[in-house]
């Protein structure tokens, strides 16, 4: 039997009024236990593709299925981690983990054994009490992708989380996302600027083109899992890395990159 | 030396102003009927101590109803239109309507209606305390961070959940904003309430009936008695509110933390 893939998008358009097509002609198709991440300039529909998956917003055209149902009735199988973290400032960060559980109509019980397992699972169990404020940016993802996980979604939309942390902590957090991914496997979809983080992330990665926002490339990536921290200066890795930077670069207008 | 700066400043310019008053009365011999001296004030406030705890507590307790009716009739009409952006928009101009009228003119309305004394107070001094409430608390309910509303919906919210989780603790800042203003503007609403629709009992009324009283019997340093005590009461409500404003925020807003 072969199961219909988790994420299907059919010649998927979107625009915004009456504006320019932000997003044209995407056919994209993300199997259960992918990882893709979708890189693409500054002001090519990423995040708009990503919001489109989640039903945050409908397309113009085209068709969008989430596990064989419209992406909007289909949101408790998915979580999104946010660019910011989007921590509430007056919820301490077990209570903030424990948010989507209380929203979604969980038990006491559950909802605590869950938030633990989820602190665990990033290494913030010291941090359960303290508020957003105290916490680096660092911490602040670690507690926002524990509250995605605490949902234990199939499928992870995750928006650029890393895109403001220094280049140690986001190689940390990059290293630290796939050895949850081990232990508590979920499918992903990754919005980011970053080539490298990408690779070393995804079993596949989507080049977006923009004006309007467009697959200009599809790049397997060929490492199995799990994958060491020392992938990243493995010829084959550089290699790659170079090749994809480059049709990037080709997919990017002349001055249309910031 | 300089770590009792921040208190010896204060009381040389307290000392300084107190000569300059003194100076300013005996270069230019200016009557008690019209400055009193310093002293003479405080002897009459003490003389008149009676009456002027006793308005004093009159205003107060005008001044404190009015001031909970704004706090909780501004809350629930907030929580109405803000529920609802339509809602807003069909009410928010007669609110502003209300607040252009002056308490001046709505004053004998509320007499008309409620009688002369505590009623008629009460309604001014919720007047005035009840629109910097309502618009600082919609403007709350209806600033929230989109990425936060996104959060809601992928957790599946109900339209309740959201405004129970999210846009009630968002707003709490800015309702705490609107009940400060209104704290500072209830004593003078209550002063202005009586002043306008004060009755008195034995002679003694609220704080803005016995500025009347000492005014027309001449008895000018009690006149300024009475300002000091108007001046004491607002203290003693913004200080109190000031105080729950820090408890309910301390912990996590931005505006209040310690910087360490």
């Known amino acids: 039997m072969t199961s219909a893939p988790l994420v299907r998008l059919e010649r998927v358009g979107k625009r915004f009024g009456e504006g320019p097509a932000v997003l044209a002609g995407i056919d994209l198709t993300v199997e259960r236990g992918d990882f893709v991440s979708i890189v693409g300039p500054s002001g090519c529909g990423k995040s708009t593709l990503l919001r489109l998956i989640a039903g945050l917003i409908g397309p113009s055209e085209g068709q969008i299925a989430v596990a064989g149902a419209a992406p909007a009735s289909a949101r408790d199988k998915m979580f999104f981690v946010f660019q910011d973290a989007s921590l509430l400032p007056w919820r301490r960060t077990a209570a903030n983990v424990e948010l989507p559980l209380l929203l979604r109509g969980l ?30 940016g660092g911490m602040k993802m670690r507690a926002s992708i524990a509250r995605a996980l605490s949902v234990a979604p199939q499928i992870l939309l995750l928006d650029e989380p890393f895109g403001s942390l220094d280049e140690l902590t986001r190689d940390r957090l990059n290293e630290d996302l796939l050895a949850i991914r081990e232990r508590d496997p979920f499918t992903a979809c990754f919005v980011t600027h970053s080539v490298s983080e990408a690779l070393f992330l995804s079993n596949r990665v989507v080049v977006l083109a923009p004006h309007p926002g467009r697959i ?3 790049v397997e990536v060929p490492f199995a899992y799990p ?7 493995d010829p084959v890795f550089l290699q790659l890395l170079a090749e994809v930077s480059h049709r990037l670069r080709a997919a990017t207008p002349e001055g249309a990159a910031r | ?53 006793s308005s004093a507590l009159l205003t ?42 002056p308490v001046i003119i709505l004053a004998p309305i509320f007499v008309l209606w409620l009688g002369q004394g505590l009623p008629a107070i009460v309604a001014i001094t919720f007047m005035i305390c009840f629109f910097p409430i309502v618009a600082n608390t919609t403007m709350g309910f209806l600033s929230v961070d989109p990425g936060l509303l996104e ?12 405004f129970r989780y999210l846009r009630i603790p968002s707003a709490l800042p800015y309702f705490l904003t609107g009940v400060k203003i209104a704290g500072t503007l209830a004593p003078i609403g209550a002063i ?13 009324g609220g704080i803005g009936f016995m500025t009347i ?45 310690k910087i360490t």
């Not at chain 1, 913030?124 to 680096?136: C, E, I, M, N, Y």
């Not at chain 2, 001031?67 to 501004?74: D, K, N, Q």
Request: glycine share 8%; charged share 15%.
């Open chain 2, 192 to 204: 202005t309430g009586d002043f306008l629709a004060g009755s008195a009992q034995n002679g003694v």
């Open chain 2, 213 to 257: 009283a000492y005014f027309s019997q001449l008895k000018i340093p009690a006149l300024f008695a009475t300002g000091a005590v108007a001046c004491l009461l607002g203290f003693i409500f913004v200080g109190s509110i000031n105080l729950l404003h820090w408890l309910a925020l301390r912990r996590w807003h931005e505006s209040l933390r």
């Open chain 2, 1 to 53: 030396m300089k770590r009792h700066l921040p208190w010896i400043l204060p009381l040389a310019a307290g000392i300084l102003i107190l000569a300059v008053w003194y100076a300013v009365k005996a270069i230019f011999g200016i009557e008690s009927f019209i400055l009193p001296s310093p002293d003479e004030i405080v002897r009459a406030g003490w003389h008149e101590r009676r009456s002027l705890l």
């Open chain 1, 216 to 218: 200009a490339h599809v």
């Open chain 1, 227 to 233: 994958r060491p921290a020392s992938l990243r200066e």
């Open chain 2, 60 to 101: 107060g307790r005008g001044a404190l109803l009015g001031f909970l009716a704004a706090v909780a009739g501004g809350f629930v009409l907030s929580v109405v239109i803000g529920f609802s952006f339509r809602l807003k928009q069909a009410f928010y101009p007669y609110i502003l309507i209300l607040q252009m009228t």
């Open chain 1, 107 to 136: 038990g006491p019980a559950e909802r605590r054994a869950r938030v633990g397992q989820a602190l665990e699972l990033v290494g913030l169990t010291d941090a359960a009490d303290k508020f957003p404020w105290q916490l680096s």
């Open chain 2, 151 to 162: 959060l809601f919906a992928m957790s599946r919210a109900s339209r309740w959940q959201e």
